[in-house]
């Protein structure tokens, strides 16, 4: 399976910040904030990845990643979205490097606290469709709203007013070579723009979604509110690394 980040678009919500620098190179506490979603493929077992990016500031992922040599990479690929045409707009640019193997396509401002190895592992071996992440919220109307009915979701509604369930759909997305098809049926929507939501109910549709639950905290870092969030949630968990560190080293000695 190979891995895909998706960091485009212009960032507005983060202005001035990202008048300067694109929002995917802003930090989150010690690192920047492109490293945890591709960090996120490696623990996952992803050694293949591409980043789609996009705007002014696009060369400045190449300075800063080069080859993922500090993720131990030998590679990362880049390619470049013009405008803002969609989170699905996006992923089309990456067909030609998935080259029809399954992918695992993360948004570039999703922070996690834990791993989707397991999630990854039961996609592999799922013979074709699409696997999505939940997480239960207490906003749910933010987000992309999974209608679930037993083991299977009903269908995908997108910032609903009304939400059927508070189970958010995360920006982790795992699909077969035929995403790329559905893609290209896709009308734009009242934003503009091709959505991702429409991609996965088109999945829904065909009996072909499955899904599992997000362990740990999950956070997006798109507007300042999320991005002071995240900063301190990933604090909060550095300051838990260190004790158990030490007494890990103690019981080994």
């Known amino acids: 399976m190979k891995g895909i980040v998706l960091a485009g678009g212009t960032g507005s919500r983060l202005f001035p910040l990202t008048k300067i620098t694109n929002k995917h190179l802003l930090p989150i506490y010690d690192r920047p904030m492109i490293y945890y979603p591709i960090q996120t493929l490696v623990d ?27 993720f131990g990479l030998k590679h990362i690929n880049y390619t470049y979205q013009e405008g803002e045409g969609g989170i699905a707009d996006a992923l089309a640019l990456a067909e030609h490097f998935a080259d029809g193997h399954k992918i695992c396509v993360v948004l570039g401002d999703n922070i996690i606290e834990g ?35 037993g083991e299977s979701i009903v269908g995908i ?6 939400p059927k369930s508070n189970y958010a759909v995360t920006g982790i997305y795992m699909y077969d070579a035929t995403v790329f098809d559905k893609i290209k049926t896709l009308v734009p929507s009242n934003r503009g723009e091709l959505e991702i939501t429409d991609v996965n109910n088109a999945y829904i549709r065909e009996g072909a979604m499955t899904f599992s639950f997000l ?14 969030r995240a900063a301190n949630l990933v604090a909060q968990s ?16």
């Open 215 to 228: 362990d740990g905290w999950w956070t997006d870092a798109g507007t300042f509110d999320s991005l002071l």
């Open 157 to 162: 509604e997108e910032k609903p007013r009304r």
């Open 115 to 149: 791993s989707i190895w397991d999630a990854a592992e039961r996609f592999r071996r799922q013979s074709h469709g699409a696997h999505i992440l939940l997480k239960e919220v207490p906003d749910a109307e933010r987000f992309g709203v999974a209608e679930v009915a």
């Open 238 to 253: 550095r300051a838990r690394e260190i004790p158990e560190a030490v007494a890990e080293g103690a019981a080994r000695v």
């Open 44 to 70: 996952a077992g992803i050694q293949d990845i591409m980043i789609v990016t996009g705007g002014r500031n696009s060369g400045d992922f190449l300075r800063l990643l080069a080859n993922g040599k500090q």
